[in-house]
């Protein structure tokens, strides 16, 4: 065999083993935070990630562990997904609804660019605080399937349910005794 004929079958070799390398750490940071959903599911008791991320207004940071002792709804979103231009309206509603009743709603736009993600909550005025996630770390960590996702965490900072996919006027005792159910956990 020729010693050209022996490099190029090495470093097929070689890119071989590093794209099956890559798909391996690709499949275990995308199953990593998927458990979570499936607990929510389960009736286990999972503490809901903290993170930190900026403000889309601009005002400094959001720590999600700061709001402990308050029910919080966590929307996963983004400017390009159909489905949350739907459910904008009916999270903006329940926040109004809410407001003052120890409930905090925070918007994560993920997988999105700064300014799409501005003009999204102008347009659709939403006036709840908003959070910038453009490398979807927090999606990862939650295990988000598919846009709009929204997570509720009762007071003590465990998740006590989720809701895949826009909510919608139909659905809204559904979310309403899951954000009951957060008061009092």
Known sequence: MSARLRLAGQILAVGLVASLLALLVWKVAKEQGSGIPAAIRA???????????????????????????????????????????????????????????GVAFIGIASRDFDGDAKKFVRKYRVTYPNVHDGAAKMWVRYGVIR?????????????????????RDSQREEFEDLIDRALVS
């Open 43 to 101: 009736g286990k008791s999972v503490t809901a990630p903290d993170f930190t991320l900026p403000r889309l207004d601009g005002s400094g940071e959001l720590t999600l562990s700061t709001l402990r002792g308050q029910a919080v709804v966590l929307n996963f979103w983004a400017s390009w997904c159909a489905p949350c231009e739907e459910e904008a309206p009916v999270l903006q509603s329940a926040w109004e609804e809410h407001r003052g009743e």
């Open 147 to 167: 846009l709009p996702e929204t997570f509720v965490i009762g007071r003590s900072g465990k998740l006590v349910g989720l809701m895949q996919g826009a909510i």
